[in-house]
């Protein structure tokens, strides 16, 4: 079992940056595939970025490449995600999210996450 509590939303001006991170309980933080997620107000939630268990591997999606870095801390149970150059459109509530133990592919479908964080709420205001 993983617990995922995310952190450092806020509201912020287009162009500025934040990080978010995401703190997961337990002693197998290490061994899951994690991911960032989002849901805009009136929307589906959208895959955002993933990482593998080493850390090593990481995929985006296409809206978020060269503003947007995925990392993770292994020995401090953390995710993050750096988000940089902020516009209006990446408003949205963010989700840290993990795969189950033992599936060790990226991948960008949220029904493939088993552990959901509260979420943390982005506004950019352009």
């Known amino acids: 079992q993983v617990q995922l509590v995310e952190s450092g939303g806020g509201l912020v001006q287009a162009g500025s940056s934040l990080r978010l991170s995401c703190a997961a309980s337990?002693?197998?933080?290490?061994?899951?595939?994690m991911g960032w997620f989002r849901q805009a107000l009136g929307k589906e939630r959208e895959f955002v970025a993933s990482i593998s268990a080493s850390g090593r591997g990481t995929s985006y999606t296409d809206p978020v490449k060269g503003r947007f870095t995925i990392s993770r801390d292994n020995a401090k149970n953390t995710l993050y995600l750096q988000m940089n150059s902020l516009k209006s459109e990446d408003s949205a509530v963010y989700y840290c999210?993990?795969?189950?133990?033992?599936?060790?592919?990226?991948?960008?479908?949220?029904?493939?996450?088993?552990?959901w964080g509260q979420g943390t709420q982005v506004t950019v205001s352009s």
């Open positions: 337990g002693r197998t933080f290490s061994s899951h595939v």
């Open positions: 999210a993990a795969r189950g133990s033992g599936e060790y592919f990226i991948s960008r479908f949220d029904n493939h996450y088993d552990y």
